[in-house]
Nanobody, 128 residues
């Protein structure tokens, strides 16, 4: 079992930047895929970005490509999401997620949609 703790959310004006962090605790060995999801009330959960921990291959949702960057620091068991050129439509609760036993293809192709391990979420609010 792994525990995930997000930080770094907050309020920012459109065009600004934020960096989210997700610290993983517990059984972090063998985590195959980690990523970020977001959700706003009344909308479906959206997969933002994912990274296959073995080789660093990444996935980005179309709405964030070119603006967000996912990265990992294996020594610190920490996942990051650098968010640049933020837009009001990026406003959401952002959740860190992790899974064991996910293939690289499922992780970075976008098929990974139901992680079994979640953080508590961190709110990001972008004002116009």
């Amino acid at each position: 079992q792994v525990q995930l703790l997000e930080s770094g959310g907050g309020s920012v004006q459109a065009g600004g930047s934020l960096r989210l962090s997700c610290a993983a605790y517990g059984y972090t060995y063998s985590i195959a895929c980690m990523g970020w999801f977001r959700q706003t009330p009344g909308k479906e959960r959206e997969r933002v970005a994912a990274i296959y921990t073995d080789d660093g291959s990444t996935y980005y949702g179309d709405s964030v490509k070119g603006r967000f960057t996912i990265s990992q620091d294996n020594a610190k068991n920490t996942l990051y999401l650098q968010m640049n050129r933020l837009k009001p439509e990026d406003t959401a609760m952002y959740y860190c997620a992790a899974d064991y036993g996910v293939s690289g293809y499922d992780c970075y192709s976008g098929s990974w949609s139901s992680p079994r391990n979640w953080g508590q979420g961190t709110q990001v609010t972008v004002s116009s």
